[in-house]
């Protein structure tokens, strides 16, 4: 971008704070916020996926990487256009500066043709039945026993009282088709060296029934999830990876906006094992609701 551009793009950014997001407002008083410090907080952290304080130096206008300045500014103006929920942006904010705790799950998402809802008890006999099927469990090591499905979908369920996200159940009009959700990775992984850190990661991830694929559930219910996850709980980012055979996968990854960083070898797999090469994929908050402002 160059220095004219650069100064235009301000004095977009200026206007938009100061006159034209104030000047909605008195049209809009169900919006949370009215003046031009708030609505410069609020897309400042959306854009910067954090409080923006914490990455750029004030004044913001003047510091800001011109992309993230750019994606600001297009927050701003899909607000204006009915686009973007100008009360969600103002949660994440408020959750990121420790001003608001979060919300409890709630008991399901709606989909277009399914829902993401909260685990059952009576979700244990097809969940054993998807973890049995070779086709669906293969690119992992070995398909499940009934036992040890019973034990992954309890773990599985916990996670949303543990961390307030998690896998959901996907329910379509036939019945229990798989999970798709949130998680913390219950072991540790050499990540470090592609991302920088190895702990508080937050993972996406999916397993359909075979009856399931080929119908859009795992795009269309992660960013479901995605979007609650982000919103509601303020997570600033997520990864994703498997091994680098599980092309279905990728893909998805892929149509989720999902960056491919780097691969690794999978410490649960032994030397030599097809599937102990993996790839990582990330997706943060901010570009996420870019997409979403497009």
């Not at 909260?118 to 097809?126: F, I, K, V, Y």
């Not at 498997?242 to 780097?262: K, W, Y």
């Amino acid at each position: 971008m160059s220095p004219a551009e650069a100064e235009a793009q301000q004095r977009r950014w200026r206007a938009l704070v100061d006159e034209r997001l104030p000047d909605a407002a008195r049209e809009h008083p169900d919006w949370p916020v009215s003046r031009n410090h708030c609505f410069a907080r609020i897309l400042l952290d959306n854009a910067c996926g954090g409080p923006w304080r914490e990455s750029v130096a004030p004044p913001a206008w003047a510091n800001m990487p011109p992309e993230r300045l750019a994606l600001a500014v297009s927050l701003g103006e899909a607000v204006l256009a009915g686009r973007q929920d100008l009360a969600a942006l103002n949660h994440r904010s408020l959750l990121w500066r420790r001003k608001r705790s979060v919300p409890p799950a709630p008991r399901s998402l709606p989909g277009e043709g399914f829902s993401l809802r909260r685990w059952r008890l009576a979700d244990d006999a097809p969940f054993a039945a998807l973890c049995a099927d070779p086709e669906v469990m293969r690119f992992f090591p070995a398909p499940k026993t009934a036992r040890e499905s019973q034990i992954e979908a309890r773990a599985l369920a916990r996670r949303f009282d543990e961390d307030g996200f998690g896998p959901w159940v996907v329910e379509a009009p036939e019945g229990f088709c798989g999970f798709v959700g949130c998680w913390r990775p219950a072991r540790p992984l050499p990540l470090g060296t592609l991302i920088g850190q190895e702990t508080g990661l937050v993972e996406i991830g999916w397993r359909l029934a075979r009856h399931a694929w080929g119908r859009g559930f795992a795009v269309r219910g992660a960013r479901a999830a995605l979007a609650d996850a982000f919103s509601r709980c303020a997570l600033t980012e997520v990864v994703a990876y498997t091994a680098d055979l599980n092309a279905p996968s990728r893909r998805v990854m892929e149509r989720l906006g999902m960056t491919e960083t780097g691969g690794f070898d999978h410490p649960a797999l032994p030397e030599g094992h097809p599937l102990r090469p993996h790839r990582l994929y990330r997706l943060a908050a901010a570009d996420f609701m870019a997409g979403d402002a497009a």
